[in-house]
């Protein structure tokens, strides 16, 4: 198989952005290369494209797989794995999200969570204690934002999402509101 020098450039920069994303180029380079094709791909495939090792591919379809991110198709009478996105931009997207939360934000806040059981032994201790009860709800407040933001539909979030700033804008105005109210 032969990339266009568009497809290249996509593929290539899906590796650099693999470990902005939670994994390393070569899955990334995967990931892109997968989403970008029309049909399902076999391991060789992947191999050839990307002139990376079989083995090197095996590992990386086992990383996607345990994200979630990849499915393996079945072609009557060939007996080769074949290997495609497993839903939509927006499903694999939420994946990542959540895979994410799950490897970096849930341990944190787990930390957290026992750190400010304990009594603090001095001021420092109180001083550090009160930054990661601040830490520790910004987070809480992002992952409930995030968890519902994954149950929205794909359609209702692309709305909100160009709604952007505009939100803040409507919020501004509304504390604005709120504050003549209040002084009158």
Known sequence: MRMTSKIEAFVMHCGEMG?????????????????????PLTANDISET???SRGNVSMGIKELQSWRLIKTHHIPGDRKDYY?????IWDLATRVFEE???????????????VM?????NQQ??????KMFE?????????VWANELQTMKPDNLKTLMKLGAGVGKVLDMKDKILNNKVAK
């Open 19 to 39: 470990s902005r994303w939670g994994f390393n180029r070569t899955i990334g380079q995967m990931v892109g290369l997968l989403v970008i094709n029309e049909s």
């Open 100 to 114: 994410r939360r799950k490897r970096e934000m849930d341990p944190t806040l787990s930390l957290l969570r026992t």
């Open 117 to 121: 059981l304990e009594e603090p032994a």
């Open 84 to 88: 495609a996105p497993d839903g939509s």
């Open 50 to 52: 990307l002139n990376i």
């Open 135 to 143: 830490i520790h709800e910004l987070l809480e407040t992002v992952t």
């Open 125 to 130: 201790e109180q001083f550090a204690q009160e």
